[in-house]
């Protein structure tokens, strides 16, 4: 029978981890974490994703802000703002709202922001200490995945691991964590000869293509955990990058879309917004 990984009581168990961690870090330091959201332009998706992350802030004890600013804002003027909150000693993670209006680019708004307040983990400082294994910011959605697996019991070492997508945010990062848990990965994307049967030999498969259900039932191998990462919005509403229902009948375990990756990936925003400010005062709990 297959187990859907239940990722909205798992991020909950998340969240209040958070919560007692952010507790004992201002009765050790006498300040909450501080988290600061900015958002450039008025795009309403973002606009309920920043309100979002800053509820689930607050909720668990942090303080958190947001920041909109003026589409046409330029790269000067939005580095002038993160260079004041690098210097705010109480913000202890930066997060820029992605997508970004023109002229901005990501990869430039990635380079400014300090590493050690970067909880989006998309950073070159962060990138480069992910890549060489040592301690970082990991991108929030490949830090939630791993959690799903570890609480769905997957044992990832020696594995044959497929990750469907390719990008900074979320395939890259994957995959070097699923090969640090000492499985055999292979990235694949859209340019993938013969994808399916690739897919197909997989025990563990993540996808995050962009595309909705994509990923075919017979592209699953029997017994498979398959890790859905995709949120399109379709004329049947919200679909992942996998056909739920037909890969359900042969995978061992797998995400719904939504209530799978979704809230871990929010989830795990707080987690790198508790590391960050305890890494800053030395806090090794």
Not at 33 to 53: N, T
Not at 257 to 271: C, K, S
Request: aromatic letters at 2%.
């Amino acid at each position: 029978m297959t187990t859907i990984i239940d990722g909205k009581a798992i991020a909950e168990a998340v969240r209040s981890e958070v919560a007692d961690g952010v507790a004992a870090f201002a009765e050790a330091h006498g300040r909450t974490p501080g988290l600061v959201g900015i958002q450039v332009g008025d795009d309403p998706a973002s606009e309920i994703y920043q309100r979002m992350k800053q509820e689930d802030a607050e909720a668990c004890g942090m303080v958190a802000r947001r920041i909109q600013l003026p589409a046409g804002t330029s790269q000067a003027e939005l580095d002038q703002l993160l260079d004041e909150l690098d210097a705010d000693a109480g913000v202890d993670g930066i997060l820029v709202q992605l997508p970004v209006p023109e002229p901005l680019e990501e990869p430039q708004i990635a380079a400014k922001i300090a590493a050690v307040k970067d909880v989006d983990g998309f950073s070159p400082g962060n990138v480069g200490r992910l890549l060489r294994g040592e301690p970082a910011h990991v991108p929030c959605t490949p830090a939630g995945v791993m959690r799903l697996l570890s609480e769905a019991d997957v044992a990832l070492e020696g594995t044959r691991a497929v990750v469907i997508g390719r990008s900074v945010i979320v395939g890259k990062p994957m995959a070097l964590l699923l090969i640090a848990a000492n499985a055999t990965v292979t990235v694949a994307h859209s340019r993938t000869k013969d994808l399916p049967a690739l897919a197909a030999e997989a025990d563990v498969l993540v996808v995050a293509a962009g595309r909705a259900e994509m990923v075919r039932g017979d592209w699953v191998k029997e017994g498979a955990t398959v890790i859905d990462v995709g949120t399109n919005r379709t004329d049947d509403g919200l679909k992942g990058d996998v056909a739920f229902d037909e890969a359900s009948e042969r995978a061992g375990a797998i995400t719904p879309v939504p209530g799978g990756v979704g809230p871990m990936t929010r989830a795990y925003l707080l987690v790198n917004t508790l590391a960050a400010a305890r890494r800053r005062v030395g806090d090794d709990s």
